[in-house]
């Protein structure tokens, strides 16, 4: 089975502060993604990566950064936490192949809180 | 660009009636969609998808959904609800672009009443 591992389940973080939320999926996976869940919005994508050192920006990228120095590991930087972007941070990834349905294979989540 | 729609925000039915989700989408290619399940604190589960081939599909735990391209809709159903049932629900479509990335739904949470 693929898993998707989110090194934390909790958070709690003061404004301002750097925040690190780290990623690792055993399937060798080419894409990851990091998304958003908000109550009533759903999921939000952040950024997504589609190989090693490649990024693209999602539909809510501001205030965040990504980092993806090897094929298993995608980690989302909040460079300068604020209260706005508590939230359940969602990691997934996916095989781009051939016959491939785009399935997500998601993390359990990370929940941030910032004070 | 593609989007989704899921008509209903809360749905609540009692157990053993059926379970209707309703699901719009649009896009500007022939999509492929999924329906997601989330249970209260759990990760997100994949219950079905369509992929272009058949237009009823089939997923786990007895729950199906219907294509229908002239109504744009991917509704989800289950014959018979169950207790277990109770959870959040996305519909979903893929991206343009070929990168594979995913657009969620806002969500339907599902309540079964004993």
């Known amino acids: 089975d693929v898993k998707v591992t989110q090194s934390s389940r909790y958070l709690v973080k003061r404004t301002g502060e750097k925040v690190f939320l780290e990623c690792v999926q055993d399937m060798d996976h080419e894409n990851m993604f990091w998304y958003r869940q908000d109550p009533g919005l759903g999921l939000r994508l952040i950024y997504f990566?589609?190989?090693?050192?490649?990024?693209e920006k999602g539909d809510i990228p501001e205030g965040y950064s990504v980092s993806r120095e090897k094929k298993e590991r995608f980690s989302l930087i909040l460079e300068s936490a604020s209260t706005n972007q508590t939230s359940m941070y969602l990691c997934?990834?996916?095989?781009?192949?051939?016959?491939?349905?785009?399935?997500?294979?998601f993390g359990e989540g990370s929940r941030l809180t910032v004070l | 660009a593609q989007s989704v729609t899921q008509l209903d925000s809360h749905v609540s039915v009692s157990e053993g009636t059926p379970v209707l989700l309703r699901c719009n989408y649009s896009s500007s290619y022939s999509p492929s969609l999924f329906w997601y399940v989330q249970h209260p604190n759990k990760g997100l589960q994949l219950l079905l998808k369509?992929?272009?081939?058949?237009?009823l599909v089939k997923g786990i735990n007895g729950f199906e959904a219907e294509f229908k391209k002239s109504e744009t809709s991917f509704h989800l159903t289950k014959p018979s609800a169950h207790m277990s049932d109770a959870a959040e629900y996305f519909c979903v479509v893929t991206r343009e672009g070929g990168r594979r990335a995913l657009t969620f739904g806002s969500g339907t949470r599902l309540q079964v009443q004993p």
């Open positions: 997934a990834s996916s095989s781009p192949g051939a016959g491939s349905t785009g399935e997500l294979f």
């Open positions: 369509y992929t272009s081939a058949a237009t």
């Open positions: 990566s589609y190989d090693v050192k490649m990024k």
